[in-house]
């Protein structure tokens, strides 16, 4: 089931184990702390992700520009919702929690399965060259984030917040499959997935059924990994009782 390279298993688990660490400890010094100083560790992480990605965009346009780069992958989901979290407010910033929640156990959960999936070869040489070592820290930093706010009891989780998770799903696959097929571009995994049992939909089925279905499973994918935050915040309600 696991797909690590030499490389990986060296390379993977000092990371984890590093921003779990890094986690515990911040949510430890903040436990006691307003909610407002509590997100400041999310609010850097996410500047810190804006200002690499604008780098990568200014580096790659000085290279030579591939529309590979544009921020419409799955991944980059994140640029998105963790802005919305750190400087939006009311239902933006719960979209923004809910999605960095439940993406970022989904996208971790992929990255353990095969990191190479996930970011490429980085792990062979971080710093080879510039979108090595981008996609290499941008990942690990949205791991870092989401160990931070699942970590922090800061979001309080329930069922209905399941229609924030199909309205963003419909939203960025709507985007990612008109540019997808308008730049010829396999964003989002719109034209062929890595994963043989979604590739075998889309071959023995056509686009259309596939499409249908990647929407579906990217809805409950993450509809599943956020039910742990369910859980646990019906647990700690309980324990106040």
């Not at 100083?37 to 520009?65: A, D, F, H, M, S």
Request: with cysteine; net charge positive.
């Amino acid at each position: 089931m696991f797909n690590w390279t030499k490389d990986e298993a060296l390379i993977v688990p000092i990371g984890l184990v590093i921003i779990i660490f890094l986690s515990v400890i911040i949510n430890f010094c903040l436990r006691n702390k307003s909610e407002k100083v509590k997100r400041i560790p999310l609010l850097i992480i996410t500047i810190i992700i804006l200002i690499l990605e604008v780098i990568k965009q200014i580096y790659n346009l000085v290279i030579g520009y591939n529309l590979w780069k544009l921020p419409l992958h799955f991944c980059s989901i994140f640029l998105f919702v963790f802005s919305f979290a750190s400087f939006g407010k009311g239902t933006l910033r719960k979209i923004g929690d809910v999605i960095s929640l439940s993406g970022g156990f989904a996208v971790l959960i992929a990255f353990l399965i095969s990191p190479r999936n996930i970011i490429g070869n980085a792990c062979e040489n971080v710093f080879a060259n510039f979108d090595q070592f981008h996609t290499f820290t941008y990942h690990f930093l949205v791991f870092f984030y989401f160990f931070i706010l699942i970590s922090s009891n800061l979001v309080k989780a329930k069922f209905s917040d399941i229609k924030y998770i199909i309205t963003t799903v419909l939203g960025y696959a709507i985007i990612a499959i008109v540019a997808g097929y308008s730049l010829n571009i396999n964003y989002c995994s719109v034209l062929q997935n890595n994963y043989s049992f979604l590739e075998s939909i889309r071959l023995s089925c056509g686009p259309r059924i596939y499409l249908l279905c990647l929407i579906v499973f990217g809805i409950v994918a993450l509809s599943l990994t956020y039910l742990p935050n369910i859980i646990i915040t019906m647990i700690r309600k309980k324990k106040k009782k």
